[in-house]
């Protein structure tokens, strides 16, 4: 079955430092992969996408994501964080196989400390 | 940019009575989703819905559950006999074509059932 996995429930890092967080899937194939960001009281925005071709991708905000099949791992990376990154991090699999749906990982809480 | 918008922003009922939480996707957009997120835990997939009919629903979307979309804009979530459980926040999301392409999410209607 299909899963994503992010391992680190919660992180804590200075403003101005670097923020690596961790998303592993389960999948027999390559999916379509999504980092999603929640702020408190918001809806889920779009970070960044995966679908084919260059593994690191380009997001907002400064985000970006690396693909590596050999380890089924998108971790999402930000060279120096800001106050305003602190939210929940959520990363996506959208399964062509089985119906193109969405699986959301559990999520990662982020919280920049100055 | 156009938005996914969500209405009540809060709903409160009774357990037992019905709501109807509401959801005006992307103009543009041919594929509708809900999903909610039960306080901290993961964005779960309840259902999805294109061409005026449900395409897939999760274990969740049992028969308490409907949706409709009874005119050209407007996509609604019905759920007939509220429980204690059904308490989460419920996502709305919309996106152009069922592959390929980023779910657009509302930011959430919190329904509490008491």
């Known amino acids: 079955a299909q899963s994503v996995t992010q391992p680190d429930i919660h992180i804590t890092v200075s403003e101005g430092a670097s923020l690596e967080l961790r998303c592993n899937y389960s999948y027999g194939a390559t999916p379509y992969l999504f980092w999603y960001v929640q702020s408190p009281g918001q809806g889920l925005q779009l970070l960044l996408k995966y679908f084919s071709g260059d593994t690191l991708v380009q997001g907002i905000k400064g985000f970006e994501a690396e693909f590596k099949r050999s380890q089924s791992s998108f971790n999402l990376r930000k060279p120096s964080v800001h106050w305003s990154d602190a939210a929940e991090y959520f990363c996506a699999v959208e399964s062509p196989n089985t119906g193109n749906q969405f699986y959301f990982g559990t999520g990662t809480s982020l919280t920049v400390i100055p | 940019e156009p938005e996914v918008t969500q209405t009540p922003s809060h709903q409160v009922t009774q357990m037992g009575q019905e709501v109807i939480l509401r959801c005006v996707p992307i103009s543009n957009h041919l594929y509708f989703y809900w999903y909610r997120q039960i306080l901290g835990q993961k964005v779960e997939f309840l259902v999805s819905?294109?061409?005026?009919?449900?395409?897939?629903k999760s274990e969740i979307f049992d028969d308490q559950f409907s949706v409709e979309r009874p005119d050209g804009s407007n996509f609604t979530l019905k759920i007939r006999s509220t429980k204690l459980e059904d308490s989460a926040m419920y996502f709305c999301?919309?996106?152009?074509?069922?592959?390929?392409?980023?779910?657009?999410f509302g930011n959430g209607t919190r329904l509490t059932v008491t």
């Open positions: 999301a919309s996106r152009p074509q069922g592959a390929r392409s980023p779910l657009h």
């Open positions: 819905f294109y061409n005026n009919e449900i395409s897939e």
